[in-house]
């Protein structure tokens, strides 16, 4: 029992560490913007992981083929939610708006998540959740007007964070599916498939926009990128959700803002300003109120990121 529970107090780190990894990601995303086309770097990205995983998930999905056959659409679809459209936007986004930003709206999914539920599952939201994610949706409209609520209906607001918006949108309908399906696969072999599927989904893209090459300016970003974003975090993250629970390991992606805010303040020179601290607070606080008693409605299962 002693050591299942020192288990359990080390398994906190891997989360945090997750988190970490996707936080720091986000950066990337932005840094690496000016190096490529969104496009492309979607493409390596999951080309890397793919080549990766292959050696070792190849022989097991043709063994399983009979197994995976039936789930083969809703694989596809998934793929195309979770790794293709927020992935792609979300590198799109990078090239209009801030590293800062994109942390910020990025910590929105669950927010997303509790409404196509209901939308989708009929999971009705309780009290909490619709009071906080008012709160938080005012805490976004304020970060994305910059603290000028009134100029961003006079002017419009910032393009990449809309954009970012539409990912978020997409990444939540990815763990809405995902929970409603509940594909009856090894998560291994469903990521593997979905990361074949995405690499299909980028070919009319590639053949439209072309590709760009690998060079000293971008190549450490993209094996960043197909490495540990796409396949250390999301194993540390289902091994800490064996540990310590779905719930309790979710409440961890509350602190990607606020990673990313810092890296990017470190790395990127990005400053921190007044209005993203009282639109964050909102946003955050928000987030924790809606989750209050709605452990059905808080889908985190991940198996990519951002």
């Known amino acids: 029992m002693g050591q299942f529970s020192k288990y359990q107090k080390?398994?906190?780190?891997?989360?945090?560490?997750?988190?970490?990894?996707?936080?720091?990601?986000?950066?990337?995303?932005?840094?690496?913007?000016?190096?490529?086309?969104?496009?492309?770097?979607?493409?390596?990205?999951?080309?890397?992981?793919?080549?990766i995983l292959t050696p070792f998930m190849l022989p097991k999905v043709w063994k399983q083929r009979a197994l995976i056959r039936p789930f083969i659409p809703k694989l596809a679809v998934l793929s195309a939610f979770g790794m293709v459209l927020y992935q792609g936007l979300s590198y799109t986004a990078a090239h209009y708006t801030t590293a800062t930003n994109m942390g910020i709206v990025n910590a929105f999914v669950p927010i997303f998540t509790i409404f196509i539920s209901y939308l989708i599952l009929k999971d009705a939201p309780n009290r909490y959740a619709i009071?906080?994610?008012?709160?938080?949706?005012?805490?976004?409209?304020?970060?994305?007007?910059?603290?000028?609520?009134?100029?961003?209906?006079?002017?419009?607001?910032?393009?990449?964070?809309?954009?970012?918006?539409?990912?978020?949108?997409?990444?939540?309908?990815?763990g809405v599916f995902l929970k409603k399906w509940q594909v009856q696969l090894p998560l291994m072999t469903s990521l593997y498939v979905q990361i074949a599927f995405a690499l299909i989904y980028h070919l009319p893209f590639l053949l439209w926009l072309g590709l760009d090459g690998i060079n000293a300016d971008n190549a450490a970003s993209v094996l960043y990128a197909g490495v540990f974003p796409s396949l250390i975090a999301p194993l540390l993250w289902m091994v800490a959700v064996q540990a310590i629970g779905p719930n309790r390991t979710s409440i961890f992606m509350n602190l990607m803002p606020v990673?990313?805010?810092?890296?990017?303040?470190?790395?990127?020179?990005?400053?921190?300003?007044?209005?993203?601290?009282?639109?964050?607070?909102?946003?955050?606080?928000?987030?924790?109120?809606?989750?209050?008693?709605?452990?059905?409605?808080?889908?985190?299962?991940?198996?990519?990121?951002?």
């Open 131 to 174: 009071f906080g994610s008012l709160l938080s949706f005012a805490g976004l409209i304020y970060v994305m007007s910059q603290g000028r609520i009134a100029s961003l209906f006079e002017q419009g607001g910032n393009w990449g964070d809309a954009v970012m918006v539409l990912a978020v949108g997409f990444y939540a309908f990815y």
């Open 259 to 306: 990673f990313t805010a810092i890296i990017a303040s470190l790395w990127l020179s990005e400053h921190w300003t007044i209005y993203h601290s009282i639109g964050g607070v909102m946003i955050l606080v928000g987030i924790i109120m809606a989750q209050k008693k709605t452990v059905k409605a808080s889908v985190k299962l991940v198996e990519s990121a951002s």
């Open 10 to 51: 080390w398994a906190f780190v891997l989360p945090l560490i997750a988190v970490l990894i996707w936080s720091l990601n986000i950066a990337v995303t932005r840094y690496v913007a000016d190096y490529i086309s969104p496009v492309s770097i979607s493409f390596y990205r999951w080309f890397v992981a793919f080549l």
